[in-house]
């Protein structure tokens, strides 16, 4: 029986601690932001509508452009040039789309997660915008906090060309 409870109770603290790191780099707050596009940049929107892996984190790029970083029933958004991108996300891997980003034009994506060795690991899907809606109700904002774009931009420069040759393979 106490066996049981030590168990228990070293469960429960590792899991609080994965929650807390995930709090580390994005705030969660429950508030439902939205973007919109310009007429020299489109906007990405990046859902993580399951909460599969729920403390898991999946970090968000346009090329080396920081979107955000989301966990379960969250996204992010952000703007992003004109012309040919990648688009990325990372959580144990790399996933990666080729896009052709125009002006004044919104796109939507959804990050599906599937189990890996010691992370999740992370399925980019560009996503209707009637499908898009229903995640935007369903969601809150991750709004990045300092040390979450600082983490982003190491990951940037150390994932970004294995991301352009994944986009590229597909």
């Not at 439902?32 to 906007?43: F, P, Y």
């Not at 966990?71 to 959580?91: C, Q």
């Not at 499908?131 to 990951?155: F, H, N, Q, V």
Request: proline residues 2%; positive net charge.
């Amino acid at each position: 029986m106490r066996k049981s409870i030590v168990v228990m109770v070293l469960i429960l603290v590792s899991a609080l601690s994965v929650v807390q790191a995930g709090e580390y780099y994005t705030k969660h707050k429950g508030d439902k932001r939205e973007g919109e596009a310009t007429a020299d940049s489109g906007l990405v929107y990046v859902f993580r509508p399951a909460v599969t892996g729920a403390a898991i984190k999946t970090w968000s790029f346009a090329d080396d452009r920081f979107l955000g970083v989301t966990r379960a029933k969250g996204y992010s958004f952000g703007l992003v040039p004109e012309g040919r991108r990648v688009i990325w996300s990372k959580a144990e891997n790399t996933s990666a789309i080729e896009l052709e980003v125009e002006g004044g034009r919104t796109y939507y994506f959804k990050t599906a997660i599937r189990p890996g060795l010691s992370k999740a690991r992370v399925k980019l899907v560009q996503i209707s915008e009637a499908e898009a809606k229903k995640y935007l109700k369903k969601c809150s904002y991750c709004e990045p906090t300092d040390a979450g774009r600082a983490r982003a931009a190491e990951i940037a420069a150390n994932r970004l060309n294995k991301a352009v040759k994944k986009a590229a393979n597909r």
